[in-house]
């Protein structure tokens, strides 16, 4: 039998329903810049991404997410982020290049 575990509490630690943690979740990426389409889950394939992007073996992340196995952390869950990250990098060396030879 697996524990419940509750991450999202009011000030007096009962519990925050689901709903009203999607509602203050999508305020704050709102007010990030992010748009207010984003949900906590996507919070889980950033979580198991980090993980899996700084070596962490797979089947320690898949214990930490609570899968019962690898497969669901590998095939749905976790994303490459390095080519990614290396690509946006390149990307704001350009633009800052751009500026600072146009300035």
């Not at 690898?70 to 749905?76: A, G, I, L, Y």
């Amino acid at each position: 039998m697996k524990a419940i575990v509750t991450l999202f509490c009011r000030g007096s630690g009962t519990p925050l329903d689901r709903w009203t943690v999607l509602r203050e979740f999508q305020k704050i990426t709102k007010r990030a810049g992010l748009g207010d389409d984003w949900t906590p889950r996507e919070l889980r394939h950033s979580f198991v991404s980090i993980l899996s992007a700084h070596d962490v073996r797979l089947e320690d992340i898949s214990g930490l997410v609570g899968h019962g196995s690898t497969h669901v952390t590998e095939t749905v869950y976790r994303h490459e982020i390095r080519p990614a990250l290396t690509k946006g990098a390149e990307a704001m060396d350009k633009i800052f290049k751009k500026r600072t030879t146009s300035a």
